[in-house]
């Protein structure tokens, strides 16, 4: 790293980093002396070899000194100087590895370089004894298809193996021997192997010793492990026999395949094991006990004795071959006690593994008695007296111990019983056989450790059993023998129901697991076991990785091998020891070696370690934060020339070390011992190793208070209601969450010193939120537990256990005073992790010093100790607030406490000393007002009222209204005015409920801006807010809960309410009311289904538009106005399927029918348009029917009734009196199809038999031809005029543009209430955009210009107001386009289905007619300028354009008016809008009415057309010299034939053709008129000279391209356009030429074909 980068304090305090110092190994009598020739640069990492070493400095370079064989040059000599390794130079170096002889390095990329003794393929170079230069070698992984490079993090050298451990946590092996870990006996292994067994698995660190080999590797989450397997996966053994022998069982695991076999030296080098051993032990076995079964449980810890004699079970075991126990190797006992030894060593392990593997595979078993029957696999139906008996004859046949353990397996299993042992790895913990401090839970993890601790372990007697379970590591459960003697007291604790579920073990968060050193850590080893290195309790080499059992939990962090040793370093700062011991090594004297035990180290925690060849160094922490270096091993003293070797009794401190300076790394080797020291700068380094040094110890002390204190009362009995113990658990587990995120922090720090130290990459400034977050959680639970009043509550219960251990509290707690108080010493006890709050910011600041001011070091270290400050100071305040509620509480009346008192509130202030009081308050009442941080609170004599802050307003009153002081408190239901004694106490009040009420909004009360210090100066709570509020009283909304918006105490803007009944109304509120849109459900009881309207609100009513969707299935969709349906509106009754679907469509008054409607009876085949009141049918109307009769007139309550005139489909007609429903009677006239007519009295239905008193007339032919139509063109008469017709729709839109009736009102008013429509509707839509297509936006955007006239109305005006109006009428969000949607709307309705009656034509047209004129209307009041029906635009001089006139030569304009112009009429303007919409029925209606007609035209048309373009033209009359000569067929010129066809006057006959694809009158003519344009062009191709049409000349011509046209519909065409044109058209140009075609169409139909 470049100076440059690094700020001035770090350039000059970086030449005293790093420094060198080595001495001999061998003595605690030592002079460090610093190792020569490194100038000034400083060395990062050191690692030792036997006879050498290898530095690495800060640049990436690496130095070689000591012995160096392979180097050429220096074979014999030894280089005292450390030399460069070139070919390392610009790889840039991340970290170096030292085997005995031979070195690694790796990269910064990853890569391995590998030189030195090759002898045993460790460089992973083949057939080279030695290599002299760092060589890369390739590591790949020939599991993934295109092969890539591994990348390497971390190396460890063996002497005759090396491990790499990957960037994804995997092992990759080479060299030689079982230390390897590989499947193979094929040694050298050269090129690097992935170490299968622990694939998958997350490896943290690897360390080699000379030997063997160890792995630190995270634990699996608990749900991943496995069930154990029943047979062994390669040879199918059971795993797991039972012998029934005559007077006892043998359960046994020893099944061996050969993982664990004693090597014999001559063994055969093709010798195969089987593959991927995998034993009992191999696998990872957990027994994940289910968390809600974990409660803590006192034990009396007794051995059963009783004798035993191994001789008789061998003798019984017929030489262990029935017992599946297949002997391992060929081990001799020398005598009956070992041999009894070995057998008790396997079956014990057996009964735990078999005990263990029901743990893990049997269910929950449901009673006592069939679970321990269960217990023993091949016994599931065992009763309790035969399981007696078992446990009495197994213990007589192996012995104490198996006995002993089988107890204990059988109850650490017994799920039901959940009884735990005492795992306890603190050296301060009660020791001994009946501890009477209740244990604690641990992890799943802990259970097992304790079932298999003393697996397999060497002892020779009774005593060292004892000895070993009062050694921290291993403590047993056990329990006499026969079940009869299990006491009373523990089977009534196993009664009991499980209150508790708490898990200690801490909810690891993946946070901060992923961003800090893990905890959760097994070690595994494999390799040579001699020694008992691997610590699994016994000799043997492993092939594979396996677990180091007893190590579960003990929160691992760091392993170092030594020549034949093992150290596991905690991160409660002990070292775990096991191994070789010869010089001392372990830093214990315990037996046996070969499972891990406690190092005995003074000072005060051990933060690293170092394992030599026969001896190892513990680097620890001493009283002024320098750490002591402890040597423990050989121990060489010279007398009188003689050496004389000693061991060291325990680790002994080597004082000359601490006089060199901050020791960061010690590094032990075989000949040396090697340290590097930092000089403290400005209190720099010093300060980190305090930090450091402090969150250990502080970490130390957290598992104290969790093991010693927290456990044991979580397991106490009675600890109060399920309220206090969830609030207890509730602490505890975030107790345990911020002790193992300190854990993880101590970790970390230790690492942190071990390298560069830049002060950036400290946690706590990396990741200040993770602390800052756990803290502030802590926190809250801790201040809710002391307000509930938890800490009184637990003394009670712990009295007794407290008063035992008062000594240990007061240490833990730090106070010294006498007779404290239980409650003041639990206080203290659990507020305690505050404090190092306080020492996170000082420590900090004490960093910040050593840098400069300006650089961004200072400044970060700076914030960050501001950060914990004041989050210290906030936490400060939150306990003193929990400790003022809590005094409040003891004081107020028992009653009231138990309803107000709840973990989160917090008192504020109160009204006791009568600062406050109720204005206008009766003189004897008693008004106490207390201010939680939730509620207001007033109490009365016994009653009290809690208003929530959320929903509570507080303003001060002016003074002049002589309410002095007074405060105006306002609620959603209630408004009282407070008044307090002084303006003081007025200040103090306003203050402390606005301050309330503002947190209470915010929900902030525990987060604070971090940083910003003490007071945030607070702003006035929003008079707007969102909150959730019950109302109590309100009459219409009485239980009622509001979730929403709220403005000064009522509910405005969005919402939801829902009353108690079930109903719910979901949409926007004002001042208290529904009001604007919303939702709204009605449950109907009786049909167990919703009503629900949609629509628009007003004071708390329906009013405007709505969809109400009834349960019963009718829908209404139109106008409510106070909650009824009024205006207009669509009723949907039925679906199609059921009983009777009507559909009605019309004007409503008052949630009745009343006006103009329509109503379709689909069953019945009708379909009614007329008058309605009070939903009958009452006035004109028409009535036609599937079947084609068509009726007009009066109606009466439903019935026709009076005079009318009915139609049938063969034009029958009759006009007189009806009396009901086609039922004639009275006078009338009945005229017949033929012209002959009666008159005279009619009576009986129609269709069936009416008798007639008249006189028949026959009129003669000539009247007949003019009188038929007489009848039939009286039809429309006796109907509702088409003005009358939905009126209530136009008056709706006139309402929505601000007018009370059409015409009258203010045309800005309308224009700004066109705006508000469009602007609100699309904010309403914004919120589902997928209602509004993107065109539709772009046209509510475009609406939002309003067309501007000034000056005189041009025809440039006029195509704006165009172009606005089609835009408007596109979108219904307008008020013109939903006037427009409902008019296509209610005209479909009336002429579609049974409306398409021919009878209802001119009905259709007229009220097209009438909607024309009506638009026009509301167009002029929007458009004043706009002229009046009729009247002319001049057009302007650039406008007339001379254009030849068809017929005459002269240049014309559009209209034959003496004025040139541009006539204004609301056909031009409106019928393009509006005909395209209702273009469908119309046309069919004029269909149906010309059928006939259309028919004989048609039969015409296909007769002419057979005939070829010569004989048509000559048959029609065409002059010769019109004919054309040549047409154009295909792009290329023809001459016409006489069997040419349907080539003539081609363009003119495809022009013609297009007017069945236009819709309006105008687009028709256009088109009309273009063929004639056409046809002019073709004639005069073929005359080559100007002339002159005549209309001779023209109509043969025309009716040519007619012909030929074969438009089928062309008699509807020809009605609709004479029906719809403009009239000023009729006599100009295109009037013509209308006439011509009209002429044409009756020509065809009358052509008599010779």
Request: charged content about 20%; overall charge negative.
């Amino acid at each position: 790293m470049d100076s440059q980068e690094r700020s001035s304090e770090e350039a000059e305090g970086a030449k005293e980093r790093g420094l060198v110092y080595v001495w001999k190994a061998g003595s605690c009598l030592v002079t460090p002396e610093r190792l020569p020739g490194l100038s000034g640069k400083t060395v990062l990492q050191a690692a030792l070899g036997i006879h050498h070493g290898l530095l690495l400095t800060e640049g990436g370079e690496v130095y070689s000194f000591g012995k160096l064989p392979w180097r050429s040059g220096l074979e014999e000599s030894r280089a005292n100087s450390p030399i460069l390794e070139n070919t390392l130079l610009g790889h840039h170096v991340i970290t170096v590895a030292a085997g005995s002889f031979h070195n690694g390095a790796v990269t910064e990329s990853g890569v391995v370089y590998m030189w030195g003794n090759n002898s045993a393929g460790q460089c992973a170079v083949a057939n080279q004894p030695c290599v002299p230069e760092p060589q890369p070698i390739s590591i790949s992984d020939s599991e993934t298809s295109p092969l890539l490079s591994v990348r390497i993090l971390q190396l460890a050298c063996g002497e005759e193996h090396t491990l790499a451990l990957s960037l994804s946590r995997e092992i990759w092996a080479w060299g030689s021997g079982c230390q390897l870990g590989l499947i193979t006996t094929t040694f050298p292994v050269t090129k690097p192997q992935k170490v299968e067994h622990l694939a998958g698995r997350v490896v943290l660190q690897i360390a080699c010793g000379a030997f063997h080999s160890l792995a630190l590797v995270q634990c699996l989450p608990v749900q991943e492990m496995k069930p154990i397997p029943e047979r062994c996966n390669h040879c199918s053994q059971l795993l797991i026999t039972m012998t029934d022998k005559e007077d006892h069982v043998i359960i046994s695991d020893s099944h061996c395949c050969p993982l664990g076999i004693a090597l014999s030296d001559n063994q055969p080098e093709n010798h195969v094991f089987c593959p991927s051993l995998e034993t009992l032990e191999g696998k990872h076995v957990t027994s994940s006990q289910s968390e809600d079964c974990q409660k803590p449980l006192v034990e009396e810890h007794t051995l059963v004795a009783l004798e035993s004699d191994g001789a008789s079970m061998l003798s019984s075991n017929d030489g262990q071959e029935d017992s599946g126990i297949s002997s391992p190797g060929n081990i001799l006992f020398p005598d009956k006690k070992e041999v009894k030894e070995y057998l008790i060593s396997l079956s014990e392990r057996s009964l735990n593994e078999s005990l263990e593997k029901n743990i893990c595979t049997e269910p929950e078993q449901p009673s006592q008695e069939e679970q321990l029957g269960a217990c023993i696999p091949g016994t599931p139906g065992t009763s309790t007296s035969a399981l007696n008996s078992l446990v009495a004859s197994c213990a007589s046949a192996v012995g104490v111990r198996v006995a002993a353990t089988y107890e204990a397996g059988a109850l650490s299993l017994k799920k039901v019983m959940n009884f735990y042992g005492t795992p306890s790895s603190e050296p301060g913990s009660q020791s001994g056989g009946g501890s009477p401090g209740p244990e604690a839970l641990k992890d799943s993890r802990e259970e097992q450790v304790r079932l298999e601790s003393m697996q397999g372990k060497k002892s020779s007697s009774l005593v060292d059993i004892r000895e070993e379970e009062s050694e921290g590591g291993s403590r047993r459960l056990s329990l006499p023998g026969l079940l009869s003697q299990v006491s009373p007291r523990l089977l009534r604790k196993v009664g009991r129901a499980k209150m508790r579920t708490v898990a200690l073990t801490p909810t690891y968060s993946g946070e901060a697991d992923a961003l800090l050193p893990s905890l959760r850590t097994e070690v595994w080893s494999w390799g040579k076991g001699k020694e008992g290195q691997l610590g699994h309790g016994d000799v043997l080499p492993r092939l594979q990785p396996l677990c180091v059992k007893s190590l579960d939990g003990k929160e691992v962090i760091h392993l170092s091998a030594g020549g034949h040793h093992s150290l596991a370093l905690t991160a409660k700062s002990q070292v775990y020891s096991w191994g070789s011991n010869i010089s001392g090594q372990l830093g214990h004297w315990n037996s046996p070696t070969t499972v891990p035990r406690l190092a005995k180290v003074c000072g005060d925690g051990v933060w690293s370690t170092a394992a030599g060849l026969d001896y190892s160094l513990f680097l620890a922490d001493e009283q002024d934060f320098q750490p002591g270096l402890y040597y423990s091993g050989q121990e060489t003293t010279t007398e009188n020339n003689f050496y004389e070797n000693n061991c060291t009794k325990s680790p002994v401190l080597l004082l000359s070390c601490s006089k060199i300076g901050y020791i960061s790394n010690v590094i032990a080797g075989g000949d040396n011992c090697l340290v590097l020291v930092d000089k403290n700068v400005m209190g720099y380094i010093a300060s980190l190793h305090e930090l450091a040094s402090t969150e250990r110890r502080f970490y130390f002390k957290l598992s104290e208070i969790k093991s010693q204190v927290l456990r044991p009362l979580l397991g106490l009995d009675n600890l109060g209601n399920a309220n206090t113990i969830q609030l207890l658990q509730e602490m505890a587990s975030r107790f345990s969450k911020l002790c193992y995120l300190i854990g993880q922090h101590g970790a970390s720090l230790s690492s942190f010193l071990h390298g560069v130290k830049e002060a950036r990459s400290l946690a706590i400034l990396k990741h200040s939120s993770l602390f800052l977050d756990s803290y502030t959680e802590y926190c809250t639970s801790v201040t809710n537990f002391l307000v509930m009043g938890g800490f009184m509550l637990l003394a009670k219960p712990a009295i007794d256990f407290l008063s035992k251990n008062q000594e240990l509290l007061q240490k833990l707690c730090e106070k010294n005073e006498e007779n404290l108080q239980l409650v003041e010493v639990l206080n203290a006890l659990f507020f305690m992790p505050f404090g190092r709050l306080h020492n996170y910011a000082r420590t900090l600041l004490k960093l910040a010093t050593c840098f400069e001011v300006a650089s961004p070091e200072y400044q970060k270290l700076q914030d960050s100790s501001s950060c914990y400050e004041s989050l210290a100071v906030h936490l400060g305040r939150k306990r003193k607030e929990a400790e003022y509620t809590l005094g409040f509480w003891k004081t107020f009346p028992g009653k009231m406490t138990d309803s107000l008192r709840k973990p989160e509130r917090r008192l504020i202030c109160e009204s006791s000393n009568r600062g406050l009081s109720l204005q206008h308050a009766g003189r004897f009442s008693v008004n106490w007002f207390i201010l939680f941080n939730d509620a207001l609170v007033h109490a009365q004599f016994s009653t009290h009222h809690i208003f929530p802050l959320s929903t509570l307003w507080v303003e001060a009153l002016s003074e002049e209204a002589g309410n002095v002081n007074g405060l105006k408190i306002t609620t959603p239901e209630e408004q009282f005015v407070l008044v307090s004694s002084t303006p003081q106490e007025k200040t103090k009040w306003l203050r402390a409920i606005s301050q309330a009420v503002d947190q209470a909004l915010k929900g902030t009360s525990d987060l604070i801006l971090y940083g910003a210090g003490g007071n945030v100066p607070r702003q006035e709570p929003p008079i707007s807010r969102s909150a959730k509020y019950t109302f109590y009283k309100d009459p219409r909304f009485k239980d009622a809960v509001y979730d929403g918006r709220w403005l000064s105490g009522k509910p405005h803007g969005r919402g939801i309410l829902k009353w108690a009944d079930g109903r719910m109304y979901s949409g926007t509120f004002r001042t208290g009311l529904e009001d604007g849109y919303g939702e709204y459900r009605v449950p109907n009881k009786v049909l167990n289904k919703d009503d629900r309207y949609v629509g628009y609100w007003k004071e708390g009513k329906m009013c405007g538009h709505g969809v109400y969707s009834y349960a019963t299935g009718e829908v209404y969709e139109g106008c409510f106005q106070d909650n009824m349906r009024h205006g207009h509106g669509l009723l949907r009754s039925g679906k199609l399927t059921s009983s009777s679907p009507s559909m009605f469509i019309g004007q409503w008054t008052m949630d009745k029918k009343s006006g103009y409607g329509v109503f379709d009876d689909i069953t019945r085949g009708e379909k009614y348009m007329g008058m309605w009141q009070d939903d009958l049918c009452q006035g004109n109307g028409v009535v036609v029917t599937q079947f084609g009769l068509y009726y007009e007139g009066a109606f009466s309550t439903n019935k026709m009734m009076g005079t009318g005139i009915l139609l049938s489909e063969d034009d029958t007609v009759y006009e007189g009196e009806f009396s009901d429903n086609w039922t004639l009677s009275g006078k009338g006239t009945l005229t017949l199809p033929n012209g002959d007519y009666i008159e005279g009295l009619f009576s009986g239905e129609w269709g069936s038999g009416i008798k007639i008193t008249g006189t028949y007339f026959k009129p003669s032919l000539y009247e007949n031809e003019k009188d038929k139509s007489k009848a039939l063109r009286k039809l429309g008469i006796l109907a509702v005029p088409p003005d009358d017709k939905w009126k209530a729709v136009f008056e709706e839109c006139w309402n929505q543009l601000g007018c009370e009736s059409p015409g009258q009102g203010d045309r800005w008013k309308a224009w700004d209430n066109i705006a508000v429509a469009l602007t609100t509707n699309r904010r309403q839509h914004k919120d589902s955009p997928e209602l509004l297509s993107r065109s539709h936006t772009q046209t509510l955007e475009s609406l939002e210009f309003i067309p501007q006239h000034i000056g005189a109305f041009t025809l440039e005006k006029y195509e704006n107001i165009k172009k606005y109006l089609i835009k408007a009428c596109d979108t219904p969000l307008h008020p013109l386009g939903k006037l427009v949607e409902t008019l296509v709307a209610v005209y479909r309705m009336t002429y579609v289905g049974v409306g398409a009656n021919r009878r209802l034509l001119q009905e259709a047209v007229r009220e097209i007619k009438s909607y024309l004129k009506r638009i026009f209307q509301l167009v002029r009041f929007l458009f004043p300028d706009l002229p009046e029906e009729g009247s002319t635009i001049p057009f302007l001089a650039t406008e007339t354009k001379g254009r030849r006139s068809f017929c005459s030569g002269k240049s014309d304009s559009r209209s034959e008016s003496p004025e040139p112009g541009y006539v204004v009429t609301s056909f031009g303007l409106l019928l393009p809008v509006l005909l395209p919409r209702l273009y469908p029925p119309l046309f069919m209606l004029y269909a149906l009415e010309n059928e006939r007609e259309e028919d004989i035209y048609w039969e015409c048309v296909l007769r002419l057309n057979k005939q070829t373009d010569m004989a048509l033209l000559s048959f029609l009359g065409v002059q010769a010299k019109f004919w054309p000569g040549t047409v154009s067929i295909l792009g290329e010129s023809r001459k016409v034939s006489s069997n040419t066809k349907d080539a003539c006057f081609a363009s003119a006959v495809e022009c013609l053709q297009q007017i069945s694809t236009t819709f309006t009158p105008a687009d028709k003519l256009k088109v009309i008129q273009q063929t004639f344009e056409e046809i002019s062009q073709n004639v005069l191709e073929t005359l080559q000279e100007d002339f002159l049409w005549s209309m001779d000349d023209l109509f043969p011509v025309f009716l040519y391209v007619v012909l030929r046209a074969r438009i089928r519909n062309l008699g509807s065409e020809v009605h609709l356009i004479e029906d719809l044109m403009d009239p000023y058209l009729q006599h100009g140009e295109q009037g013509i030429m209308f006439t011509t075609l009209k002429a044409c169409y009756y020509q065809i139909q009358h052509e008599k074909l010779t």
